[in-house]
């Protein structure tokens, strides 16, 4: 995403789709760079799966069964947290 809007709404938008279609998704995966990402799917109970190194860059992949996210206090609290934000920001 280009800006923390997008991304937001990238995210949500995720999430809302795996709790809709959860009865047919057994687990999820993640592959990122970014130290932020890794420490956001350590947050959320993904599990390290694999790391893999290609020229220059580290990738990291994470896989967790997708009850136990769905079900994590801190991926709830990063869903459904208040935040101070205007009609204008949106």
Known sequence: AYNDKSSTLLTLRFYAHLIAKQEGIREIGSITMLDSAKK???????????????????????????????????????????????????
């Open 40 to 90: 956001l799917s350590n947050k959320i109970k993904m599990q390290l799966y694999k790391n893999e190194k290609r020229g220059k860059n580290s990738f990291s992949s994470y896989l967790a069964p997708l009850r136990e996210v769905l079900i994590n206090e801190d991926t709830l609290k990063m869903l459904f947290s208040k935040q101070d934000c205007s009609r204008e920001q949106l």
